[in-house]
């Protein structure tokens, strides 16, 4: 294993701190972050982790809500290089809940060692690539800092938390926070007057749960989403003990499908089957747990057209007999956008909060917010008292968090300006220009770990054959960069994901470029890729 070294820094930098020095430094210890120092060690080198939070876990370190959970089976979302580690957890909840997600990642930072290589409570504020040295210069925001050859950026692609810039946000009297920031000693809403402002993914978590204790809910909706039940329940012995007889084909079914979830589209067409076969597939799928609702539907139920539709409207009859008054119901069903094309946020008992006296809900597409008051919120046609506003508002997503970093390349030049119009790199995770930098949280979307894994091994496998063969540089070439963005945006523009205004596409954040900003191509596609990339020694990068 290589150690880190010591080094004094020259004159004039400004501080007598010596500078750390590593093979590897890796920024954010969530899954990804982890999962790279397990096996860049492994590898043999040196590496440090900084990470921004006071404990390991990255999502499931910051949001703590009330009701976060997963929504991809628990068996299939852990780590799965260990058999030791498999046989070894016992996942209690099919879908389980931040708390037991937490401890899992802490668990696997004990049982491997982890913890001596990572540093807490230590955001980075900036990477600057040293031209002379060809290593990366990492500034910390308490004023140390680290050298690294190879600089590795896991840091989530839904980690930058979004509110919007409100007007009269400091002058409220009570407490509010971002959901993505929930306080570890959690908020005290019983008895309170509360406003959630949001309905996506985790605003439909989060009012489910504090609708059974608040005094008074409301709840401000721009956009309806299609809310599937989770039907989540408790994992017993028998079923533990056939997950742990089975991970090997559990994993290999995750590999074989397009987004890495154990649902595998049916192959037929939803319009060449009869009206009742089709609509008895939609009960079944309906009265089954999870995503399968989504994913192991009619393959055409997730293309534009015609089935796409017949689903959709199957799923808005399912929300209107849940909520009571019809209007209510009108209002939370979705009419702007197909089904599938934003994330299917999964739900226990969401729709069925709007029937209790204590919850209100407020169309701020209609009458939208205009400013927040030291009382509550004022939108365009009526005041709210509030003793508590939570912001359920999203994430800058995978470009947000990467752009919070100053990070300089050769020449000074700075990524942030460079993925201004969208994210300019080759396959996700290279950019010209910026040696020896793997930005490996903007290449993956699905189901989170089983994509990871394969590409963390890939970025490793990388920089081993770059040490082995003496290369000092690795980055993506101008032509594989511009090849791949127009790969992006014209296999993209055909893809259900791009069709709707979402975080997929960074439509939600004001003022940024809409693009697609993920890969457009399937899980398989994108490792066979790699793959190819690999054998062909790096095809698509200009070793130095």
Not at 132 to 150: K, M
Not at 194 to 209: D, K, M, N, R, Y
Request: glycine share 10%; hydrophobic share 40%; net charge negative.
């Amino acid at each position: 294993m290589g150690t880190p070294q010591q080094q004094t820094p020259a004159a004039g930098i400004g501080t007598s701190e010596e500078i750390e020095q590593f093979d590897a430094i890796v920024i954010g210890a969530g899954i990804t972050g982890l999962y790279a120092l397990y096996r860049l060690r492994e590898h043999g080198l040196s590496v440090r982790i900084f990470e921004e939070g006071g404990g390991v876990g990255g999502t499931w370190y910051w949001n703590r809500y009330p009701g976060c959970r997963f929504d991809s089976e628990s068996y299939t979302y852990g780590y799965s290089f260990s058999e030791e580690l498999l046989q070894e957890w016992d996942w209690k909840e099919y879908y389980s809940g931040q708390p037991e997600n937490e401890r899992y990642l802490n668990y696997v930072a004990d049982k491997f060692d982890l913890r001596p290589h990572i540093r807490l409570n230590s955001r980075v504020v900036s990477a600057v690539f040293d031209e002379d040295d060809d290593r990366w210069l990492v500034q910390l925001e308490d004023g140390h800092r680290a050298r690294g050859r190879f600089l590795i950026t896991s840091v989530g692609i839904l980690s930058a938390g979004y509110t919007p810039d409100f007007e009269g946000i400091d002058s409220f009297k009570g407490p509010w926070c971002h959901t993505s920031r929930w306080p570890k000693e959690g908020m005290d809403l019983a008895g309170k007057r509360v406003g959630v402002i949001g309905t996506g993914a985790t605003g439909v978590q989060l009012i489910t749960e504090i609708a059974k204790e608040v005094a008074h809910l409301t709840v401000f909706q721009r956009t309806a989403n299609f809310c599937a039940p989770l039907r989540n329940g408790p994992i017993d012995d028998e079923a533990q003990r056939e997950i742990k007889a089975t991970y090997p084909e559990i994993f290999a079914k995750c590999m074989a499908t397009a987004g890495s979830f154990m649902h595998q589209f049916d192959p037929r067409s939803a319009m060449e089957v009869s009206p009742e076969e089709r609509l008895e597939q939609y009960e079944r799928l309906w009265a089954e747990p999870g995503f399968k609702k989504w994913l192991s539907n009619f393959y055409d139920v997730m293309m534009p057209g015609e089935a796409n539709e017949d689903y959709a409207e199957f799923f808005r009859n399912k929300i209107r007999e849940r909520v009571h008054d019809p209007v209510v119901a009108e209002m939370l069903v979705p009419k702007d956008h197909m089904f599938g094309s934003k994330r299917l946020p999964c739900e226990s008992g969401y729709y069925e909060v709007y029937n209790q006296d204590n919850v209100l809900l407020v169309d701020v597409r209609q009458a939208p917010i205009e400013r927040i008051t030291p009382a509550g919120l004022k939108t365009s046609d009526a005041e709210y008292e509030l003793d508590v506003i939570i912001f359920a508002t999203g994430f800058d997503a995978v470009t947000g968090s990467l752009n919070r970093l100053d990070i300089r390349g050769i020449g000074g030049q700075s990524l942030k300006d460079k993925f201004a119009g969208g994210p300019r790199t080759y396959m996700g995770i290279s950019s010209a220009g910026f040696p020896n930098l793997f930005t490996i949280n903007a290449a993956s979307v699905g189901n989170f770990v089983r994509a990871a894994e394969p590409l963390v091994d890939w970025v490793s496998e990388a920089i081993s054959y770059v040490r082995e063969n003496e290369f000092t540089r690795i980055a993506a070439t101008l032509q594989a960069e511009d090849d791949w963005v127009n790969h992006v945006n014209e296999a993209g523009a055909k893809i259900l994901r791009s069709q709707a205004d979402s975080w997929f596409v960074g439509a939600n954040i004001p003022g940024k470029a809409r693009v697609l900003l993920t890969a457009p191509d399937s899980a398989p596609v994108m490792r066979a890729k790699r793959a190819e990339v690999a054998a062909n020694g790096y095809e698509g990068f200009l070793l130095e």
